[in-house]
């Protein structure tokens, strides 16, 4: 079977006779006499396409033949047209040689070898022996992207076992009895490889480390190739084109202009607290003269609308702080209302929990406390005859 693909990778539509068709499971393996179908390898996916407007679902090479899977029926000896699904070759292809550059600089700049590939459908992983930091990633990013400049050559060699004896190749040989098939990217790096990589490294354009992290005692490294690359540089440059027009600034002075509005926020939030300090105090002493009566404990039943939670919960802590004070307070939102229950520690024979719990079903409630606080949420309709009824039990108590 002729292998097309390693005699012209970018070869995107041929013609082929069907020389075998297995089924199996309602789908067809096809064996061609020859095909530009790449069954995948050295961590590369395999192709995807069309033969004769079939969709091909796969390609996997067994027993030195190469099948491709299919849907339908097609005879043998039949004539078929076959189209490479290029976008997903191609990227295939970029993520590939992407990864032989990285190593290759790694090798060169650091003399750190790799140890780990993995070719993902989004990003692409690296693996480089040993703990390497920020300015190792960018010394060797930088010098990628000069090999990519310069459209380095990349070759393709089938070289005699007399010859690979020779060749300084960067990592082991794999352990196969087919032929061995070297990847050469001309000084940069040499090294055994079955997959399918474009013939100059320009085709790629940019190489991007997007993050790298500790491994197992080496480094990770993300990396995107190919037009995998621009996308996320012109996405990066639409994310920062928003951020200073939104700062109205260039891009130099972003980073300033958001610790500028960092440093605001927080100054906003210190005088807020103070405010809203002052402001429980205030609603402290007003709630406790309103609430003067003849009776030696304070119950107050309050219903609020637009106040937080947490500034609720604050004002009913600071209230029970006090001897003998009871407060019932709820909060109105959009669709629930909010319960906080609290009584000062003194008042011995009420429990807010139970009191919660006991009157929950008036507003289908849930929650719960503990003696001196319950908190919950329940329905609006009925929250007045819920704070009440609690009103009623604890004016009979105390
Ligand atoms: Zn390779």
Redesign the pocket.
Known sequence: MDKLFYKNQYLKEFEAKVIEVKEFENKYHIVLDMTAFFPGG???QCDLGDISGREVLDVYEKDKKIYHVVNERIKDDSIVKCKIDWDRREDGMHQ??G??ILSGCFFKLFNANTVGIHLGKEISTVDIIGQLDEEKMRKAEALANEVIKKGLEVNFLVPSEEELKTMNLRRDLPNTEDDIRV?EIEDLDI?A?????PSKTSDLRMIKIKRFEKNKGNTRIEFLAGQRAVNDSLNKDKVIRDICNYLSSNEDEALNGIRNLRASLEEIKIEKKKLEEELLEYEVNSLLAENEGSNKSRIINKIFIDKSVEYVTKLANKLSEKDNVICLFAIKNKDKANIILSSSKNIENINMGQVFKEFANIINGKGGGSKTLAQGIGELGKIEEFLNSIYDVCYSII
Do not use: D, E, I, P
């Not at 490889?193 to 990589?197: A, R």
């Open positions: 050295g961590g590369q590939h040689l990864q032989h990847v090294n490889c079955c997959g399918v990589h």
